[in-house]
T-cell receptor, first 115, second 111 residues
Framework: EPEVTQTPSHQVTQMGQEVILRCVPI?????FYWYRQILGQKVEFLVS????????KSEIFDDQFSVERPDGSNFTLKIRSTKLEDSAMYFC?????????????FGEGSRLTVL | SQQGEEDPQALSIQEGENATMNCSYK?????LQWYRQNSGRGLVHLIL?????REKHSGRLRVTLDTSKKSSSLLITASRAADTASYFC???????????FGGGTRVLVKP
């Protein structure tokens, strides 16, 4: 069964360092998302991406964050200068469609620890 | 409170009992979805109910939607120990693609 894959599963970094989280969405999906979850709490929306551009972003997704789809398969989230409060589980998701039919398929997450 | 708040926050039941959890949301929606998350894992889609639907079933799951009250419920019948997980509702507004998740209900099913 097709699945969303994320790497790394866990990354430890120093405050101020750049981090890139990688995702391979399901191949025929058109919509891509990043969410984060702090310590098993609420799942927070960061950004959605469609047709090679950001379609929506949250207040969390400030200038320190960026997303890219550098080729036909990868979807990356970059945090330019990490802060302690960026420590969280980051989930990538994809869907075939948006709107009324779009269930999201999530990866297993990348745990980011900022020291 | 924010879009998609679940109630209760935690639920402990015996195997074989039913588990009911509720979700409220604030704005008009296109659809509402329920997801399950095992500890430390990704979210798994369970069921989607559209704004023009009132009830939907999938196996042991029953979801209701009351758009006049802006609320939804998820019922898991004949629960099993393997149903132990966190359950999240997520709403999609009429415009846009993002899903807004609630805080989740942690369900513990004791064998």
């Amino acid at each position: 069964e097709p699945e969303v894959t994320q790497t790394p599963s866990h990354q430890v970094t120093q405050m101020g360092q750049e981090v890139i989280l990688r995702c391979v969405p399901i191949s025929n999906h058109l919509y891509f998302y990043w969410y984060r979850q702090i310590l098993g709490q609420k799942v927070e929306f960061l950004v959605s991406f469609y047709n090679n551009e950001i379609s929506e972003k949250s207040e969390i997704f400030d200038d320190q964050f960026s997303v890219e789809r550098p080729d036909g398969s990868n979807f990356t989230l970059k945090i330019r200068s990490t802060k302690l409060e960026d420590s969280a589980m980051y989930f990538c998701a994809s869907s075939v469609a948006g709107g009324n039919t779009g269930e999201l398929f999530f990866g297993e997450g990348s745990r980011l620890t900022v020291l | 409170s924010q879009q998609g708040e679940e109630d209760p926050q935690a639920l402990s039941i015996q195997e074989g009992e039913n588990a009911t959890m509720n979700c409220s949301y604030k704005t008009s929606i296109n659809n509402l979805q329920w997801y399950r998350q095992n500890s430390g894992r990704g979210l798994v889609h369970l069921i989607l109910i559209r704004s023009n639907e009132r009830e939907k079933h999938s196996g042991r799951l029953r979801v209701t939607l009351d758009t006049s009250k802006k609320s939804s419920s998820l019922l898991i019948t004949a629960s099993r120990a393997a149903d132990t997980a966190s359950y999240f509702c997520a709403s999609r507004k009429a415009a846009g693609n993002k899903l807004t998740f609630g805080g989740g209900t942690r369900v513990l099913v004791k064998p």
